[in-house]
């Protein structure tokens, strides 16, 4: 009995170790079977939270790539929204065209008294303020001689205006749109011809700088002419010149032409970067060039200035100015084209107006780099007007 014992021990013993040992086996061939799945990347639980985790990289990547484009897409279409409501606003309220061309409201430089023009490195310059007609009061500037640079200091503005009637001509200077009469480029400008011997006298017209009034074609003129007779009243037998610069060209033309009629022109016209009449300046203007070929671009942009009495048509008016013409004009102007200067001299030359008279244009080469509003740099300026205004002198004598 105990040996059959034994044998059954004996025999459990074996089963277990046996089946110990199959365990063993299996768990072996389980750990490699998990193992080749990794390698192989088998499905299985990890994989799948890894793809998963991977969609929703993707689907975020996407999203985010739509909401891009949405915004970007709502940034297209405002700006389309604005490009096509502008033309309309224009139309609708011609006013803006109006404050487009003056830009009176642009005063560059800023915080400068023009009170005060020794501020500006005027040291012999007298401030004015004039008064063209009741409610409109505009500010001048009295620039004497060079050579007149020690006796003119401290003197009051009896002293300047008695001045005027010394031997030496006298230039009334008309500046273009925006900025005072304290531009920088145009004190430059003061500078050179006072060094030159001339007077200078200049001003802001109505709704510029401190002068008081509404900006218009017509006030404009009108204020050009006031301090016109002004001078003319003081300046004894001096000739007195006009020159005009940009838009300041419009309001010299109409000016002049004005003159002309009454039979009081001045002893010549300079115009420094002119261009013919005010449409197409400002269909050459490079603000334009976003709308230019826009439907029914004149009836939008064009039609509104003509409406709101804004012509400054120097085409028509040299058809009617009997004095000395000189153009100036830079090939590399980006806000004036060259082929306006040159396509007014074109009309000015044959006309009958000036057959008693000298019209001359001077070109100033790209290359210079005098753009708009830097021929003043010119080292052959003086030259030019010696030679020019020399002649209208001697015309003026005669």
């Known amino acids: 009995m105990r040996k059959r014992n034994e044998l059954v021990t004996l025999e459990h013993e074996?089963?277990?170790?046996?089946?110990?040992?199959?365990?063993?086996?299996?768990?072996?061939?389980?750990?490699?079977?998990?193992?080749?799945?990794?390698?192989?990347?088998?499905?299985?639980?990890?994989s799948a939270e890894s793809r998963c985790a991977a969609d929703a990289g993707m689907k975020r990547a996407l999203g985010r790539r739509k909401g891009l484009w949405f915004r970007l897409r709502k940034i297209l279409l405002c700006i389309l929204g604005l490009y096509i409501a502008i033309p309309f606003l224009i139309k609708l309220c011609p006013g803006i065209q109006a404050k487009l061309i003056f830009l009176n409201f642009v005063r560059v430089p800023y915080f400068i008294d023009l009170?005060?023009?020794?501020?500006?490195?005027?040291?012999?310059?007298?401030?004015?303020?004039?008064?063209?007609?009741?409610?409109?009061?505009?500010?001048?500037?009295?620039?004497?001689?060079a050579i007149w640079w020690k006796s003119a200091q401290g003197k009051?503005?009896?002293?300047?205006?008695?001045?005027?009637?010394?031997?030496?001509?006298?230039?009334?200077?008309?500046?273009?749109?925006?900025?005072?009469?304290?531009?920088?480029?145009?004190?430059?400008?003061?500078?050179?011809?006072?060094?030159?011997?001339?007077?200078?006298?200049t001003f802001d017209y109505r709704g510029w700088g401190?002068?008081?009034?509404?900006?218009?074609?017509?006030?404009?003129?009108?204020?050009?002419?006031?301090?016109?007779?002004?001078?003319?009243?003081?300046?004894?037998?001096?000739?007195?010149?006009?020159?005009?610069?940009?838009?300041?060209?419009?309001?010299?033309t109409n000016l002049v032409r004005r003159l002309c009629e009454r039979e009081t022109p001045p002893d010549a016209l300079i115009l420094e970067s002119p261009f013919t009449n005010i449409r197409e300046e400002a269909k050459s203007h490079p603000f334009s060039v976003i709308y230019r070929y826009f439907p029914g671009f004149d009836w939008f942009f064009l039609d509104p200035i003509t409406s709101s009495g804004i012509r400054f048509a120097n085409d028509e008016n040299v058809k009617h100015i009997s004095c000395s013409l000189l153009i100036l004009h830079a090939e590399d102007d980006p806000v004036v084209p060259f082929q306006l200067g040159r396509k007014l001299y074109n009309i000015a030359a044959p006309s009958r107006s000036?057959?008693?008279?000298?019209?001359?244009?001077?070109?100033?080469?790209?290359?210079?780099?005098y753009r708009h509003k830097y021929i003043y740099k010119s080292p052959e300026l003086p030259r030019i007007l010696r030679e020019f205004l020399g002649k209208s002198e001697q015309e003026h004598h005669h």
């Open 14 to 46: 074996r089963c277990v170790a046996s089946g110990s040992t199959s365990s063993g086996t299996a768990a072996a061939a389980l750990d490699a079977d998990c193992s080749l799945k990794q390698n192989l990347r088998l499905p299985g639980k990890g």
């Open 156 to 201: 009051d503005q009896m002293w300047y205006e008695e001045a005027l009637a010394s031997n030496h001509p006298i230039i009334l200077y008309l500046h273009g749109n925006a900025g005072t009469r304290g531009g920088d480029h145009r004190v430059e400008l003061y500078k050179v011809l006072s060094s030159l011997g001339y007077h200078v006298v």
């Open 210 to 252: 401190d002068s008081a009034g509404t900006p218009s074609e017509q006030g404009m003129t009108y204020d050009a002419l006031h301090v016109f007779d002004w001078v003319k009243a003081r300046s004894g037998d001096n000739p007195v010149y006009i020159w005009g610069h940009s838009l300041g060209t419009g309001v010299a």
């Open 115 to 145: 009170r005060k023009p020794q501020d500006q490195g005027l040291n012999h310059t007298c401030n004015y303020y004039l008064q063209p007609e009741e409610g409109v009061t505009i500010g001048v500037w009295h620039t004497v001689p």
């Open 354 to 369: 000036f057959r008693d008279f000298k019209v001359q244009f001077i070109p100033f080469h790209s290359d210079l780099g």
